[in-house]
C-alpha cells in the first residue's frame, strides 16, 4: 500500500468535512419538515403538509443539475478548490434564510415562497458540490486507496445526516418540548447550519488545489469544462445515468424519506423514528471505507453487482416487512439490513463516475449526468412514496423502488470495472 503523503490527507480531511458540513445544511429540511411542515402551509391534514414540503424538497433538487453544471465547468476551468469554496457559501446563504422566515400565519404565501427561494440556492450549492468533491477526493487518492479515500464523500454525507439527527434528538430529548420545537424549536439547526458554513468556507479556503487540475493547464481552454466537450464521451455519460438510477433512488428512501415512513406507515413515535435513524445512519457511515477497501481489492463491478442483485429481490420484501414491523428494534434490523445493500453502491458510485472522464471534463462529467439523475428520481422519492401512500397503494412504490434498480444492474452487467480502466491513471501528473 502507497503511504498517503501529508499533504494529500490534510486535503482529503479538509475536502471532507467542507462535504459534511454541506451535507448536513441540506439534510437539516428533511430531518426537521416533521416539526417545520406546518409552519409555512395552511393548518389541515399533517400528510398534506408534508406533501407540501416535500414538493418543496423536490424542487431544490430542479436546481442541482444547473449546479451541477455551473460548479462542473467552474472546476474544470478555474479549479476544484475554488469552486468548493464558492458552492459552501452559498448554502451558508440558504440556510441562513431558512431559519429567519416568518410563519404563514405572519406573512402568508409569501412564506412558503422564501422557503422555496432558500431551497433551490441550496439544491444549486449541493447540485456542485457532489461532483466537485468526488473529483477532488479522487484525484487526491493514491491510485490503490481511492475506493477507500474516495469513500469519505459519503461518510460526510451520511454524516451530514447524522448531525441533523444527532441535534434533533438533543433538542427532543434534553432541550426543548414538543410543542416549542413545533413553534420555533425548528430553527436552531438552520442557524447551527449557516455558522458551519462559514467555518467550512474557511478550510476550504485553505486546501491544495489537486495536481490533475494543475497539469491540464496547459489545455486549450475551450476544451475544459464545457457540455460540447462532454458529449464527446456519450458511453460515461449514459454509464452515470444508469449506475446512478437505482442507487440514489434507494439511498434517499433509506436514509431522507425513512423517519416520515417510520412515523406515519410504521405507527412509531417522532422520537423512535430519529433514535433509529440515527443509529441506523452511523453503522451505514462506518461501513464505507470497509466497502471502500474491499472495492480497491476485487475492484468496483462486483459491489455494484451485489446491490444490483440483492437491491432488485429484496426491496419489496424488506420494505413490506418494515411496513408490519412489531416494534422500533425489528424496524431498525431490517432498515440496516437494507442499508448493507444500498452500501454496494453509496461507498464507490462517487470514485467510479471520476474514473470514467478525464482531467479537463471530469468534474463537469461527474456532476452533471448525476444531478440531472438525482433530481428526476432521488428528489422525487418522498413526494412518491408519499403520494402513493395518500392514494392508499404504498406498496407501489416498493416496486418503483425495484424497476429502478434492476435497470441499473443491467447497467452493472454490460459496463467496464472503472478500477482497470480508470482515467484517473492517465493524468498527466
Not at 35 to 54: E, I, K, M, V, W
Not at 214 to 238: N, S, Y
Amino acid at each position: 500500500m502507497t503511504p498517503i503523503s501529508p499533504r494529500r490527507l490534510k486535503a482529503i480531511l479538509g475536502g471532507s468535512v467542507g462535504n459534511l458540513v454541506e451535507w448536513y445544511d441540506w439534510y437539516a429540511y428533511s430531518a426537521f419538515a416533521l416539526y417545520f411542515s406546518g409552519a409555512f402551509f395552511p393548518a389541515g391534514d399533517a400528510t398534506a403538509q408534508l406533501l407540501n414540503t416535500a414538493g418543496i424538497f423536490a424542487l431544490g433538487f430542479l436546481m442541482r443539475p444547473i449546479g451541477g453544471w455551473l460548479f462542473g465547468t467552474l472546476a474544470d476551468r478555474i479549479g476544484r478548490k475554488r469552486a468548493m469554496t464558492t458552492s459552501v457559501l452559498l448554502m451558508s446563504v440558504g440556510s441562513l434564510l431558512i431559519a429567519c422566515i416568518p410563519t404563514y400565519a405572519s406573512i402568508g404565501l409569501a412564506a412558503p415562497a422564501v422557503l422555496l427561494l432558500a431551497r433551490l440556492l441550496q439544491g444549486l450549492s449541493v447540485g456542485g458540490e457532489y461532483g466537485v468533491s468526488a473529483t477532488y477526493l479522487s484525484e487526491m487518492a493514491t491510485p490503490d486507496r481511492r475506493g477507500f479515500y474516495s469513500s469519505f464523500q459519503y461518510v460526510t454525507l451520511i454524516g451530514g445526516q447524522l448531525i441533523a439527527l444527532g441535534i434533533q434528538l438533543i433538542l427532543q430529548k434534553l432541550l426543548l418540548t414538543e410543542d416549542q420545537l413545533h413553534d420555533w424549536g425548528w430553527r436552531i439547526p438552520f442557524v447551527i447550519g449557516a455558522i458551519l458554513s462559514v467555518v467550512a468556507l474557511y478550510l476550504r479556503r485553505h486546501l491544495d488545489e489537486t495536481q490533475a487540475f494543475e497539469a491540464q493547464q496547459t489545455q486549450p481552454q475551450e476544451r475544459k469544462g464545457t457540455v460540447r466537450e462532454l458529449l464527446r464521451h456519450p458511453k460515461a455519460v449514459l454509464t452515470v445515468v444508469g449506475l446512478t438510477l437505482g442507487g440514489t433512488l434507494a439511498f434517499y428512501t433509506y436514509t431522507t424519506y425513512m423517519q416520515k415512513f417510520l412515523v406515519n406507515t410504521v405507527h412509531l413515535t417522532k422520537g423512535q423514528s430519529t433514535l433509529i435513524s440515527f443509529l441506523s445512519l452511523l453503522i451505514f457511515a462506518a461501513m464505507q471505507p470497509l466497502f471502500g477497501l474491499l472495492s480497491d481489492r476485487i475492484g468496483r463491478r462486483p459491489l455494484l453487482l451485489g446491490f444490483g442483485v440483492f437491491g432488485t429481490l429484496a426491496t419489496v420484501p424488506l420494505l413490506t416487512a418494515l411496513s408490519h414491523a412489531s416494534g422500533q428494534w425489528e424496524a431498525f434490523f431490517i432498515l440496516l439490513l437494507a442499508l448493507i445493500i444500498v452500501s454496494g453502491y453509496t461507498s464507490i458510485n462517487a470514485v467510479v463516475k471520476a474514473e470514467l472522464f478525464p482531467a479537463e471534463v471530469r468534474a463537469l462529467g461527474v456532476g452533471l449526468p448525476y444531478a440531472l439523475t438525482v433530481a428526476i428520481f432521488g428528489g422525487t422519492a418522498e413526494y412518491i412514496a408519499l403520494l402513493f401512500k395518500n392514494l392508499g397503494h404504498e406498496s407501489y412504490f416498493y416496486w418503483y423502488i425495484t424497476g429502478a434498480i434492476a435497470i441499473s444492474l443491467v447497467v452493472y452487467l454490460f459496463m467496464a470495472d472503472t478500477k482497470k480502466t480508470s482515467k484517473l491513471n492517465q493524468d498527466p501528473v
